[in-house]
């Protein structure tokens, strides 16, 4: 599978068509380190976060990984760079 860096870099080329600077890769891989943290010591947690929302889970994945990846998605489409665009 892809790494969290081949991830990271995924998520910033498709909100800002570019990779991730250095700084930007180091704050991005700990909001999904601290937010997996939290999650797998509060599965429920996850479970609630994740049932926020019109569509349905994709199946067969790690709640809280892909509740630590909402979070990384939302600060990258929170960014000035993302919502000046528009």
Known sequence: GESVGDRLDAACNMAVSR???SRERS?????????????EK????????????????PEGLSKPELAAWTQVARTVLNAY?????F
């Not at 429920?44 to 019109?54: P, T």
């Not at 760079?81 to 665009?85: A, F, G, I, M, Y």
Request: hydrophobic share 40%; net charge negative; aromatic share 8%.
């Open 19 to 21: 990779k991730p600077s």
């Open 27 to 39: 704050i991005l891989r700990q909001v999904y380190d601290d937010q997996l943290e939290r999650f």
């Open 42 to 57: 509060d599965p429920a947690a996850a479970e609630a976060f994740l049932g926020i929302g019109a569509s349905p889970l």
């Open 81 to 85: 760079e993302v919502t000046s665009r």
